[in-house]
């Protein structure tokens, strides 16, 4: 175990080092800039095409299986997790304050890139033998690359179902579990059994049901965490000026140790930012276009349009939130990292009940990203397996969550770790060739243009 683990170790350093990071913002830039910044600029045009697709509109009907609305809070479900609580406290720990200021960098490109995984994964997506829509970043690699790519959307298949059952199932049951131990003293194999049943029995419903649930409890969540954030900033009100200045001014000046704080160079802060903003979001991973496949919409880029609100609300939202906290309270130099960071800064502000709000937080996020992630392997397994391999998939997904809520899972982490940056590697390269139809089609979108499903774009 020693030498695999040491294995890993060395693989995650290069697979997440400096050239990865180079390559999620530069990928993400070029997609902003060749699309003129429309993310940005169209951000409440998302918004209001998201309010609109709660219910499927007249003309749409037929077209997938789920709203538009529902598909974004599937990938929502799946990305807003213990990033937005543990993540951005290590970011801080790790890379001082300026990290934030590049987590929120690495959002604004992100939306660039979610945007066009969504349009490419609607373009290009399929009917499976069950009759239900199925697309990604497999699909627009072997259908928008040709055959002579399908090796990479299989090599991208393999990552994302092996890294479901890591980031997105036992590394996140056993976040709760830790988390639900310390805090209410439940044991750990209690806490894996409720999250292994309640998961079972959505899970094996399939998208639809897991798309209704998270419908539901994404909005709800998020909505219930944001606002006891913002309590906890009206509080700490008179010290946001300065966490605001200590954010701005350490994204580009190293910061001094102080206290349990070791003090961070400026390339620590963009590479925790970047990396810590990257796992949060999932922009350039290639995960989120598989929700999105299944969208009940007949154009490209109005599911774009609609899949870029996820980083958006993810990162620049939520993180934000978690981050001002953690930086307007007096415990962010005081040694402490991860979800146990930010617990001491809510129960600063909120004593005896902000440790409660965020084992709660941290109890729903983590299981919901479990349902996402549940649905993404399940897609990369049956891309790899054919339809009749999802109920196996599903079994041994959910027999997983109690395994990771009762097993120490270092090694896990650090395998979650690498195949996680493995999927964002076929995808960023599919998402750089197919640059010239995201643009095209988003183009002819806005020019009032019908596109027709599967429609030949060279023209």
């Known amino acids: 175990m020693e030498t695999l683990t040491g294995i890993f170790t060395a693989v995650e350093n290069v697979v997440w080092g400096p050239l990865m990071l180079v390559l999620l913002l530069g990928v993400g830039l070029y997609l902003q800039l060749g699309l003129k910044l429309l993310p940005i600029r169209k951000l409440g045009m998302g918004f209001s095409l998201l309010w609109k697709g709660r219910v499927t509109q007249k003309g749409e009907e037929g077209e997938g299986e789920v709203s538009p609305f529902n598909a974004l809070m599937t990938s929502l479900s799946a990305t807003i997790g213990t990033g ?13 304050p300026g990290a934030v200021f590049w987590m929120w960098i690495t959002a604004l490109v992100g939306m660039a890139t979610k945007f066009s995984e969504a349009v490419l994964a609607v373009r290009y997506r399929e009917v499976n033998q069950a009759g239900d829509h199925v697309g990604g970043p497999m699909y627009y690699i072997r259908n928008g690359l040709g055959k002579k790519w399908a090796w990479m959307g299989g090599a991208f298949a393999f990552f994302g179902a092996v890294a479901s059952f890591g980031i997105g199932n036992t590394v996140q049951s056993n976040s709760v579990a830790d988390g639900l131990n310390q805090s209410l003293g439940l044991p750990y194999w209690i806490t894996g059994l409720v999250i292994m049943v309640l998961a079972g029995a959505v899970i094996l419903g399939g998208i639809r049901r897991i798309a209704k ?3 539901k409890l994404v909005p709800i969540m998020a909505i219930a965490y944001i606002t006891a954030g913002i309590v906890v900033l009206i509080i700490n009100a008179e010290q946001i000026g300065a966490a605001f200045g200590m954010i701005f001014t350490h994204a580009f000046t190293p910061i001094s140790a102080a206290g349990g704080f070791a003090g961070a160079a400026v390339a620590k802060a963009i590479q925790f930012g970047v990396a810590r903003g990257v796992f ?8 989120a276009p598989i929700a999105h496949a299944a969208a009940q919409t007949k154009d490209p880029v109005r599911q774009g349009l609609v899949a870029m609100l996820g980083t958006f609300i993810d990162t620049i939202v939520v993180c934000s939130i978690t981050a001002l906290a953690i930086l307007t309270s007096t415990h962010w130099t005081g040694g402490e990292t991860g979800a146990a960071l930010t617990t001491m800064a809510f129960n600063e502000s909120l004593p005896g009940v ?4 965020v084992s709660f937080a941290l109890a729903v996020f983590a299981f919901t990203t479990i349902l996402g992630w549940a649905f ?5 397994f049956e891309f790899l397996f054919g339809v009749g391999s999802i109920k196996v998939y599903r079994v041994v997904y959910i027999l997983a969550i109690m395994l990771g809520a009762i097993a120490p899972l270092n090694f896990v982490w650090l395998m979650a770790s690498v195949f996680n940056a493995l999927m964002a590697i076929p995808n960023l390269i599919a998402l750089a060739l197919l640059s010239p139809v995201v643009f095209s089609l988003t183009k002819r979108y806005f020019a009032g243009e019908t596109i027709l499903p ?6």
Request: hydrophobic share 35%.
């Open 376 to 380: 993404y392997g399940e897609k990369c």
């Open 354 to 357: 902000g440790q409660y709000i």
């Open 280 to 287: 949060s979001n999932e922009a350039g991973l290639g995960s």
């Open 213 to 215: 649930v998270a419908g």
């Open 454 to 459: 599967g429609e030949d774009l060279k023209r």
């Open 84 to 96: 937005n609580i543990a993540g951005v406290a290590t970011a801080i720990f790790l890379g001082g």
